[in-house]
């Protein structure tokens, strides 16, 4: 990628952020938008998972009047305006604006230093050489360079029709900061509450993390962290935010974008099966865990997890392979939920049709209009 | 003999343990013990002795005790011991010194400059006795990428995959030919490769015919700069070839096997004539460039129908780093890197006391270039040279190697005391000779079970680290360097490992 320079040792990296959270997620499997409230109050029950260091939240179906254009959601720290000027210097450079506008907050709620955020609508313009690739190839490149380069710029999200909102507090006052039940409706939510080890109250350091129209919420610590990040370099993903959490948005960027595996076949390298189980397999099967295992060792997600992960159209969870973090589903007509808690879904839909929690490694993949997040009941505890 | 040199050790025979017995003459292929008739007495010739403690532990009676020899000249920090010695030797000689094993001067250790990391609350550590701890690695080049299909059945692979070997524990025996090593050492190291599911090297020696049906698919064959041994069916019967450029011990030279270690057998297997010298050139002679490297690579991958990975073995030396990466460009599916604590049966002791670079730098940088230059799944790194324990193993894994070729260590197993002395061919413990009244002191059907027992032990404690650290498959720490910090080290020493201080 350009515009990142290398320090010349490793050594210079800050260390990685460790935590335990609280995770939710909901979609309508038939794309009908519902407000935010049901993820508020989700989320708000499951409060002791959470420390108010970090509360995010990702909303898909956000701006159906922009759906065509990447929405940009940009925070600058300390509310700098020189530093926006930057920014926008080098988007009107890359990009065509559209549209912008400060996403607005409610000011009558009180939060812990609160950066300026700003929403951009854009269209990639690009130049010479920069014609050969792909739009989305374009525009992670670009929010890599803001990311790695521009200092007190962060990119918070930069899918279409989607967007991120996060920061420092419980998720609730982060809702009520960005007024999420009140100003947006969406057909996806994902929520996360944020118990950090590590100190930073920075804005840019709470979930969701994304890329494109992929966010991801995840809990746990991983321990595979330094080989995971070190094999995406190879690939121009640079981890700046150094949360285990980031390398997992870039893994499933690689994977299942660049690389275009469906969700179970990432799900195999993430949280591959045990050698002594691949053994017992039939020659086919046992083949391809075999080469994933071989070739995508480095992406193996090792230590505990559990992560949510949504794309438009699309969400799915995963426990780590051997089930350290709990990570539960439940399902209700159209309606379906994945939670770190069984309680919090049985707070926002008491009377569930389902409920069960798949094994380690096994993914709840939930798609638009199907029901293949059923699948995952076969075995499931 | 030389004249005028104080002994290196004394043999201090205590009388009135001693029963005459003839243990110690019998043991001793130097010459050290000797029995006289007339007066019924057992004497001791100090200036042969090498100090490999043959006798002392076979004394039944324990009667034995060598040790350093106690007279010394002025202590002199500049002018050692060994330094006035070797000085007396060559104005007696005006030869090159030879030594064996691997280099002994007090460079730093690296490895015990680094420590590893353990979970403590956020992340739970993870029991091996109770689940489970996987360690299976897979030496070669990895696909960019794969073409998966959706049909019916599930998911299916479509494209071709490039050749790996599957190792069950990252641990491979080092190149050990037949011909500086007995048969039955050679062989030990075979069967527990077998054994274990992981390989052993042959070295330059090449494989013996009654082998290559049963351990061929355990061996890593080379092909060095004197080709001995080399034909299709050794190429063809292993399971990775190497190309060797260069050794730890010796930087820049090549092998030496002297004509009295060339026995009927070994000849035959490296097809010389029996009785000459094995002199390996310095460089390989179609090899002079690096496009020359490109073309014998893939001359062996012609020679073996593309179905087995090829491995370049070379010295670390100063520019070790873009070497490697040019090997790699050069179409090479693995690079074993020899660091100068590497060992050797046979090297000039100046070379192998003075040139070369520790493997622990020289792993950091070439792991470190390849990542830079997006290379690194490109290729295997197989590291080499000094490892003594399991900790070390996993430490190299954590900077960034593959898995790791033990040597010395393996021979420490089989009995080797590192008297140095494997280029006389006289080794009292019957690995580093080819005299059938010495080599039939190994028996492989033992010797290879403790050489399996060291391997076990270690892949016993490497499970144990890996599941302090809660990650329970050995790829999840290769190259994660967040899990080593350094203890002791300078600034430019921590950047060059790219790891933190102790604390940082």
């Known amino acids: ?381 | 003999m030389y004249s005028y040199l104080l002994p290196e050790f004394t043999i201090e025979r205590k009388t009135d343990r001693c029963i005459k017995c003839r243990v110690c003459e019998r043991q001793c292929p130097f010459g050290g013990h000797k029995y006289d008739p007339d007066f019924d007495a057992m004497s001791s010739f100090e200036e042969v002795c090498v100090g490999c403690q043959r006798c002392a532990v076979f004394c039944p009676t324990g009667a034995l005790c060598v040790q350093p020899h106690h007279s010394q000249y002025k202590p002199n920090y500049n002018w050692t011991r060994e330094k006035f010695q070797d000085l007396k030797k060559q104005a007696e000689t005006g030869g090159i010194i030879l030594t064996g094993s691997g280099n002994d001067k007090p460079y730093k250790v690296y490895w015990d400059h680094l420590v590893l990391n353990a979970s403590q609350v956020t992340n739970p550590s993870i029991d091996p006795l109770r689940e489970p701890m996987e360690l299976r690695t897979f030496l070669g080049k990895k696909n960019d990428t794969l073409e998966i299909e959706l049909n019916k059945e599930g998911f299916e692979i479509k494209n071709e995959l490039n050749p790996n070997k599957m190792i069950e524990l990252p641990v491979v025996f080092s190149a050990m030919s037949y011909g500086a090593i007995s048969y039955q050492a050679f062989k030990s190291l075979a069967m527990a490769a077998k054994e274990v599911g992981t390989l052993f090297n042959t070295g330059e020696g090449g494989l013996p015919l009654e082998m290559r049906g049963e351990y061929g698919g355990n061996a890593v064959v080379q092909c060095a700069s004197g080709r001995f041994g080399v034909d299709s069916e050794y190429l063809n019967c292993a399971s990775i070839v190497e190309i060797k450029i260069g050794q730890g011990a010796k930087p820049g030279i090549g092998g030496h096997l002297p004509g009295e270690k060339v026995s009927l057998n070994v000849a035959r297997n490296r097809m010389i004539p029996e009785g000459t010298d094995a002199i390996s050139p310095a460089p390989q002679h179609d090899i002079y460039s690096i496009e020359d490297l490109s073309m014998l690579i893939y001359a062996l991958k012609e020679a073996t129908n593309y179905t087995k990975p090829i491995s370049v073995k070379i010295a670390a030396v100063h520019h070790v780093a873009a070497i490697a990466s040019g090997i790699v460009r050069a179409g090479a599916d693995i690079v074993a890197i020899d660091g100068i604590r590497g060992g050797t049966g046979s090297a000039p002791k100046i070379i192998r006391d003075n040139i070369g670079i520790p493997i622990e730098l020289a792993l950091a940088a070439v792991d470190k270039r390849l990542r830079d230059e997006g290379i690194r799944n490109k290729c295997s790194v197989i590291a080499a040279g000094g490892f003594r324990c399991s900790g070390d193993i996993l430490k190299a894994i954590a900077l960034g190697a593959d898995a790791v070729y033990i040597g010395t260590a393996a021979l420490v197993a089989m009995g080797c005391t590192l008297c140095q002395k494997c280029y006389t061919g006289k080794c009292a413990w019957g690995i580093c000779t080819q005299d059938p009244y010495l080599s039939k002191r190994l028996n492989p059907e033992i010797v290879s079970i403790k050489l399996v027992n060291l391997l076990r032990s270690w892949e016993r404690e490497i499970k144990e680290m890996l599941g302090g650290m809660g990650i329970n498959a050995i790829e999840s720490i290769r190259g994660n360097r967040d899990h080593l910090r350094g203890v002791g080290l300078e600034g430019w020493e921590l950047d060059v490992l790219g790891v933190k201080g102790a604390g940082e």
């Not at chain 1, 989320?43 to 009047?65: E, H, Q, T």
Request: glycine share 8%; charged share 25%.
């Open chain 1, 1 to 381: 990628m350009t515009g990142y320079e290398r320090k010349s040792s490793e050594r210079y990296l800050p260390d990685q952020g460790r935590e335990a959270c609280g995770l939710f997620g909901v979609m309508n499997t038939s794309g009908k938008m519902f407000p935010g409230n049901i993820a508020i109050s989700a989320i708000k029950n499951i409060k002791v998972r959470g420390n108010g260091l970090g509360g995010g939240f990702a909303v898909y179906g956000l701006y159906p009047d922009y759906k065509d254009f990447y929405a940009l959601h940009i925070m600058f720290e300390d509310k700098r305006r020189d530093v926006k000027t930057t920014v926008e210097n080098f988007l009107t450079e890359n990009f065509i604006v559209t549209y912008d506008e400060q996403i607005p907050t409610n000011p009558h709620v009180n939060i812990f230093h609160p950066p300026l955020v700003w929403r951009y609508f854009v269209t990639p313009e690009k130049k010479g050489d920069e014609r050969n690739i792909s739009d989305d190839e374009f525009v992670v490149d670009k929010v890599m360079h803001i990311n790695t380069s521009i200092e007190d710029a962060y990119v918070f999200s930069s899918g279409k029709n989607m967007g991120v909102f996060k920061g420092v507090g419980f998720p609730e006052e982060i809702a009520d900061y960005f007024m999420l039940d009140k100003m947006y409706e969406g057909y996806i939510w994902t929520v996360h509450s944020r118990f950090p080890t590590n100190t930073p109250g920075w804005w840019g350091g709470a979930h969701p993390f994304s890329i494109l129209d992929w966010t991801v919420v995840h809990n746990g610590e991983i321990s595979s962290y330094g080989t995971n990040r070190r094999f995406l370099e190879m690939f121009g993903y640079y981890c700046t935010l150094y949360t285990d959490t980031e390398v997992m948005a870039y893994a499933v960027d690689y994977l299942m974008r660049r690389q275009g595996y469906p969700i179970e076949v990432a799900s195999k390298i993430f949280a591959p099966p045990m050698w002594d189980v691949i053994n017992r397999m039939d020659e086919k099967e046992k083949h391809l865990n075999t080469t994933l295992r071989m070739v995508y060792g480095p992406l193996l997600l090792n230590g505990p997890f559990t992560v949510i992960v949504a794309r438009h159209n699309e969400m799915f969870g995963i426990t780590d392979r051997i089930r350290l973090r709990p990570i539960t589903a439940g399902a209700k007509d159209d309606m379906v939920y994945l939670s770190s808690e069984e309680a919090a879904i049985r707070t926002v839909a008491p009377d569930l049709d389902f409920a069960w929690t798949p094994h380690g490694g096994n993914p709840v993949v939930v798609r638009m209009n199907s029901t293949d997040h059923l699948l995952s009941m076969e075995n499931s505890i």
